[in-house]
């Protein structure tokens, strides 16, 4: 069974049977927790590295990495009882873009700011899959913590 992480969206699981997924991520960036002694996993979609405003920021905390990320680590410490030494921790995505005028950088501002939230945990992941012209989805098995990662080309 298939629990769907969408654009700026999060689940977390300790079902066994479950895969937690994401589907093509390409500049925003997929973070997974997982949590051997627990078999807990959790992943979160990242869209923008921060809210443009408060109301922004208080109606989907998960689309942004400054408010996503310590929302999936502290959901994960809490309902799960896991802890920052025991928490495998991935990031994935944040694509180039194709175009050739790129102004805003999204994928490397959401990777960046990524690894910024889990430096202020005191997390460092243990693998980076991130940049390139390439779209990833992610499939994260929760009895074991093991992700298979399917990517394509992204077009122009």
Request: aromatic residues 4%; positive net charge.
């Amino acid at each position: 069974m298939h629990k769907v992480v969408g654009i700026g969206d999060w689940k977390s699981s300790d079902n066994v049977a479950e895969t937690v997924v994401t589907y093509a991520l390409a500049t925003c960036v997929a973070v997974t927790a997982y949590c051997p002694v627990r078999k807990a996993a959790g992943m979160i979609h990242i869209l923008l590295p921060a809210p443009h405003t408060k109301s922004d920021e208080l109606q989907r905390p998960s689309r942004f990495a400054t408010t996503g990320v310590p929302l999936l680590i502290r959901h994960m410490k809490e309902r799960y009882g896991c802890k920052n030494e025991t928490l495998v921790v991935n990031v994935y995505g944040g694509a180039t873009s194709m175009k050739r005028r790129n102004p805003f950088m999204i994928g490397d501002r959401n990777v960046e700011q990524v690894q910024q939230e889990l430096r202020k945990i005191g997390i460092t992941p243990r693998c980076t899959d991130v940049g390139g012209g390439i779209s990833r989805t992610l499939e994260m098995s929760v009895a074991t913590g093991e992700i298979r990662l399917k990517t394509l080309p992204l077009t122009s």
